[in-house]
Structures are given as structure tokens and as C-alpha cells.
């Protein structure tokens, strides 16, 4: 099961708290969060064709801070920084990019997660939320 959800619906989980959290590094295009109410849940890009979405970073990585692990409740807040057509091709092999930062808070401390997105112009650059199911008693996913 992988359902597109917002982040109203992704917070809705996070707020229960993170057990585990995978992929939160620079060039990664998906992070996966286990839930304390044992949502699975996906951030990522739903790949199109010719764009490109990436993390280019994230302060607790940066400063090798997990704030995330065993946390008891998280929050998170989008904001999209800048989304433009390049006026200089030459300069950029994509038309177009986009900055968005997510904000996150936990009992831990704080984050913010980069993600950088570039494409033609034509293709959506956006981060999305994915329910994956939940994980089961054993302690193994039960998502396809």
C-alpha cells in the first residue's frame, strides 16, 4: 500500500513520535519514518520523467545530531524558498529548480530538511507524503 497523503495527514503520525527514521542524508530522494503508532511514512518525489529531487542536506546530519530516534512527538512545517525559470541556461542544464525547507520539531530539538528540485519547467519539482502501511508486532513492515 503506498497512499499520497499531506502533511497535515504525515503529522497526524509524527506527532505520535519517531522509532526509527532512514535516508536522511545529502543525495537521498526518499526518507522513511517508522511512527510510535506504527505508521510507515515516506517522503520522497513520485518521480515523472526528466526532473530531478534530491536532499541536499539536513542540519542533523550536518551536525551529526539525531534528534529523531525514539523522539516522544514531531512536527513538521513546509516552506518553499524559491521557484524559478534560470534566465542563464548556460549556467543551469534545467530551466527551472526549487528550494523547499521543512521545518521540524521534535521533544529532541530542531531540523531542517533541504530539498532541491530542478527540471524543464514542465514537471513538478514537489516533495510528497507517503503512508506505507504499519508496521506489525514482530517488528516488521507490512507494506508492499
Known amino acids: 500500500m ?5 502533511l497535515y495527514e504525515a503529522n497526524e503520525h509524527f506527532k505520535s ?3 526509527s527514521i532512514t535516508g536522511l542524508n545529502p543525495g537521498s530522494s526518499s526518507v522513511i519514518f517508522v511512527c510510535k503508532d506504527n505508521a510507515i511514512i515516506e ?3 513520485e518521480q515523472e520523467c526528466c526532473e530531478s529531487v534530491i536532499i541536499e542536506g539536513a542540519d542533523s546530519y550536518d551536525n551529526k545530531d ?3 530516534t525514539d523522539c516522544d512527538w514531531c512536527e513538521m512545517s513546509e516552506e518553499v524558498s524559491h521557484d524559478t525559470i ?3 541556461l548556460c549556467f543551469n542544464a534545467f530551466d527551472s529548480f526549487t528550494w523547499t525547507f521543512y521545518k521540524v520539531k521534535t521533544n529532541r530539538g530542531y531540523d531542517t530538511i533541504r530539498w532541491y528540485g530542478e527540471s524543464n519547467g ?5 516533495v510528497d507524503f507517503f503512508y506505507l502501511g504499519q508496521f ?3 517488528g516488521e513492515d507490512s507494506y508492499d
Open 136 to 138: 506489525n508486532e514482530k
Open 17 to 19: 513520535g519517531i522509532e
Open 66 to 68: 539525531d534528534i529523531y
Open 43 to 45: 517522503m520522497s518525489h
Open 122 to 126: 514542465y514537471y513538478s519539482e514537489e
Open 86 to 88: 534560470s534566465d542563464n
Open 2 to 6: 503506498r497512499e499520497l497523503i499531506n
